[in-house]
């Protein structure tokens, strides 16, 4: 099952995890990307291969069908991509409680509801998971202009080493892919979020990308594809022995390096 499904990191995940030989619920609160990624997907891939679900995951009742369709469909769950988000720039000043509590009840309370729900059904199946939680630079490196979502993210990270020790036992493992800003096919970067980052680099939206691009140690563009082969990695059996980990997929940005 995967999160955030209908565009970007989500989609791409959903993508590679199929051509690898999954089956993948792609759930997503934008119910119509989701089908037409599911249906991309199974013209490509083949009948069942894709099933498209509307999930909030700020909704636990929704959270909970989506999970118990996805059992119904396939018979269990071994693969669980948190990759739902959501981004707000602001000054420090001019962060409202309101977009605090909104970061907050998507990126902690969301991956947080999805993951518990992931962990009851694989401690009930008994052979263990995967648990891949679709981070940010931002977690390790201050945002300014974004602590809403920097802390948030913050959060995020750590909630996955959290229950990466609890469900150890269990043959669960939990890991964190944070990619640098990715642009391309971005359901966020295609909103308000786009210039508001702009504005505060003192930048043209149109100059967003290659001003990312350009603060990398590599040089290089992050692509939803990029993320998602990172998230593959660590949800397969090459990183059976691997939990609590993150994995950078951002260039190099020295300011995120794990310490």
Same mark, same amino acid.
């Given at each position: 099952?995967?999160?955030?499904?209908?565009?970007?990191?989500?989609?791409?995940?959903?993508?590679? =995890?199929?051509?690898?030989?999954?089956?993948?619920?792609?759930?997503?609160?934008? &119910?119509?990307?989701?089908? +037409?990624?599911?249906?991309?997907?199974?013209?490509?891939?083949?009948?069942?291969?894709? =099933?498209?679900?509307?999930?909030?995951? @700020?909704?636990?009742?929704?959270?909970?069908?989506?999970?118990?369709?996805?059992?119904?469909?396939?018979?269990?769950?071994?693969?669980?991509?948190?990759?739902?988000?959501?981004?707000?720039? &602001?000054?420090?000043?001019?962060?409202?409680?309101?977009?605090?509590?909104?970061?907050?009840?998507?990126?902690?309370?969301? !991956?947080?509801?999805?993951?518990?729900?992931?962990?009851?059904?694989?401690?009930?199946?008994?052979?263990?998971?995967?648990?891949?939680?679709?981070?940010?630079?931002?977690?390790?490196?201050?945002?300014?202009?974004?602590?809403?979502?920097?802390?948030?993210?913050?959060?995020? =990270?750590?909630? &996955?080493?959290?229950?990466?020790?609890?469900?150890?036992?269990?043959?669960?493992?939990?890991? @964190?892919?944070?990619?640098?800003?990715?642009?391309?096919?971005?359901?966020?970067?295609?909103?308000?979020?786009?210039?508001?980052?702009?504005?505060? !680099?003192?930048?043209?939206?149109?100059?967003? +990308?290659?001003? !990312?691009?350009?603060?990398?140690?590599?040089?290089?563009?992050?692509?939803?594809?990029?993320?998602?082969?990172?998230?593959?990695?660590?949800?397969?059996?090459?990183?059976?022995?691997?939990?609590?980990?993150?994995?950078?997929?951002?260039?190099?940005?020295?300011?995120? !390096?794990?310490?």
């Amino acid at each position: 099952l995967v999160t955030g499904a209908a565009s970007g990191i989500g989609r791409a995940c959903s993508e590679a =995890l199929v051509a690898a030989g999954a089956h993948v619920a792609l759930a997503d609160r934008n &119910a119509e990307g989701a089908e +037409e990624t599911a249906a991309a997907i199974v013209a490509h891939e083949g009948d069942r291969r894709a =099933l498209a679900l509307a999930m909030d995951v @700020t909704d636990e009742a929704a959270v909970e069908r989506a999970f118990a369709e996805t059992v119904l469909a396939w018979g269990g769950v071994d693969i669980v991509v948190s990759s739902a988000g959501l981004a707000s720039a &602001a000054s420090i000043e001019e962060t409202t409680a309101a977009v605090w509590d909104r970061n907050f009840d998507v990126l902690g309370r969301g !991956y947080f509801t999805v993951a518990r729900e992931a962990v009851k059904i694989m401690r009930r199946q008994g052979i263990g998971g995967s648990i891949v939680f679709v981070g940010s630079k931002n977690a390790l490196a201050a945002g300014k202009g974004a602590a809403a979502y920097s802390a948030a993210k913050a959060a995020e =990270l750590h909630l &996955a080493r959290c229950i990466a020790e609890e469900v150890g036992a269990d043959g669960i493992r939990v890991n @964190t892919v944070n990619p640098d800003a990715v642009v391309q096919g971005s359901g966020i970067f295609s909103s308000e979020w786009r210039h508001d980052r702009a504005a505060g !680099y003192g930048i043209d939206p149109s100059q967003l +990308e290659e001003h !990312y691009r350009k603060r990398t140690t590599l040089g290089v563009s992050i692509q939803p594809e990029d993320v998602a082969q990172a998230v593959l990695l660590l949800a397969s059996d090459r990183l059976a022995k691997s939990t609590g980990n993150i994995l950078n997929v951002d260039g190099g940005i020295a300011a995120a !390096y794990p310490r």
